[in-house]
């Protein structure tokens, strides 16, 4: 006997296995309508967890700085090409251990410290790694940040094209993660032509909803793309970049060495797994039911006299303005969660309230759709969120609600989830 530990983790270590049971309860009986959030299936989990875990394999396939890379190099090639075909590009970097390191590798690659770059606000609905000034792309980069326009809610494109002329950015980013609306990615790309900028599609949110044609594609427009892979693609938590063969070489110097040592392997050939699982037809409706299922969401919420960001949704995202309920996103957010409803407390557009205690909440439909949850029961959905910001401070009536929205769920199996009966 060796001295390893080989006792599952039920028997080493209950602690640690009740509370991951617990989790899987927790994600079994909750409307999980974080936007950002996904199931990923079974296979995709299986490689996660796979024996690639203890493999080192420093380089890209076939120039490697380990040995033994025998049949991790067929799977890091699997996972670029099947991602290139779903996206159809010419290069995938599917290193990234995750959406913001996939950022800063842009960074690294194409901009000097001290450079600007442009990117939308994150009050505004961007992401801090696209300059916003707590991140290190907004601390060590000079930031430009564009916005929405304030009476519909949509990027304003004549700022963008002004703040460019004027401040002749290294980098646009365009793409967000809380922007309910479609990208014009033509419009962006003519801008950047016109002042010299490389511009950059983050497609962290809608990647699933790109590869299955239901969001326009930044292919052709953006000169790189980034993107987490866990998200509507439903895949491995991780990132990846994409490009055209002219900027392939920079990408991939820049994720390693430049800025990362071993990849994920385990990851990877989840990302495989996850990529084969998007080419099926069966991901095309399953995208389409996301956005489906958002704009029924929207319009049951108007109908109870909610007020969306923008008044609607073209994909699978709605910012809920609460002002005019008298509740703050906060108390909703807190509220909606123990009525079983799970999603985050955001700030608004021009919110005059603080980012930690702000007007609204965000909410998504990519899990309760991995679900099989479909249009029929989104009247349904809004009736719980509506009862629960109307109730927030009835504890029992919040209870109430968990235990209804557990019992409808009972006919929506979650994939992947590891349940005891
Ligand atoms: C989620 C997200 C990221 C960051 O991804 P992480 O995996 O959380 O690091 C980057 N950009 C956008 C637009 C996102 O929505």
Redesign the pocket.
């Known amino acids: 006997m060796s001295d390893t530990f080989d006792p599952t983790i039920a028997a080493f270590d209950p602690e640690i296995a009740a509370l991951l049971a617990s989790e899987n309860r927790r994600q079994r009986d909750k409307l999980r309508m974080i936007p ?1 959030e996904n199931y990923a299936s079974k296979a995709v989990q299986e490689a996660c967890g796979s024996a690639l875990n203890n493999k080192y394999s420093e380089g890209y396939p076939r120039k490697r700085y380990y040995e033994g890379q025998q049949f991790v190099d067929p799977i890091e090639e699997l996972a670029r090409d099947r991602i290139k075909a779903l996206f159809g590009v010419e290069h995938a970097n599917v290193q990234p251990y ?3 390191p996939a ?1 800063l590798a842009v960074f690294f690659a194409f901009a000097k410290p001290g450079d600007t770059v442009m990117g939308l606000g994150l009050p505004h609905g961007g ?1 801090l ?1 696209h300059g916003w000034s707590v991140s290190i792309t907004g601390a060590w980069f000079k930031s430009v940040p564009y916005s929405v326009r304030r009476d519909d809610h949509r990027v304003d494109l004549d700022e963008v094209r002004s703040l460019a002329r004027t401040h002749r950015p290294k980098l646009i980013f365009c ?3 809380a922007y309910p609306r479609t990208w014009d990615w033509a419009a962006f790309a003519e801008i950047a032509r016109e002042v010299g900028a490389l511009l950059v599609a ?1 497609i ?2 809608i990647s699933g909803l790109v590869a299955a044609g239901v969001h326009p594609s930044p292919v052709g427009f953006a000169d790189v793309i980034t993107s ?1 892979t866990h ?1 509507t693609l439903r895949g491995p938590r991780g ?1 990846m970049i994409l490009t055209g063969s002219a900027h392939a070489a920079a990408v991939d110097k820049a994720v390693f060495p430049g800025l990362q040592g071993g990849p994920h392997v385990a990851n990877i050939a989840g990302l495989a797994v996850a990529a084969r699982e998007a080419a099926q037809p069966a991901f095309k409706v399953y995208a389409r039911d996301v956005v489906d299922n958002a704009k029924a969401l929207g319009e049951a919420l108007v109908a109870r006299g909610f007020d969306l960001v923008s008044g609607g949704t073209d994909n699978h995202l709605l910012l809920v303005d609460l002002t005019r309920k008298n509740i703050s996103g906060k108390r909703a957010a807190r509220a909606l969660d123990q009525a079983g409803i799970e999603l985050n407390y955001n700030t608004v557009p021009y919110d005059p309230r603080k980012p930690f205690d702000p007007s609204g909440v965000r909410l998504g439909t990519p899990a309760i759709t991995t679900r099989g949850l479909k249009v029929a029961d989104m009247a349904e959905v809004a009736r719980w969120f509506d009862s629960a910001i109307t109730h927030a401070d009835d504890s029992d009536r919040l209870d109430a609600i968990a235990a209804e929205v557990a019992g409808h769920l009972r006919a929506f199996p979650a994939p992947g989830l590891v349940l005891e009966g």
Do not use: Q
């Open positions: 950002s995750s959406g913001s950022n992401h790694t793409g967000g993660t983050d962290a949110h987490t998200k990132g």
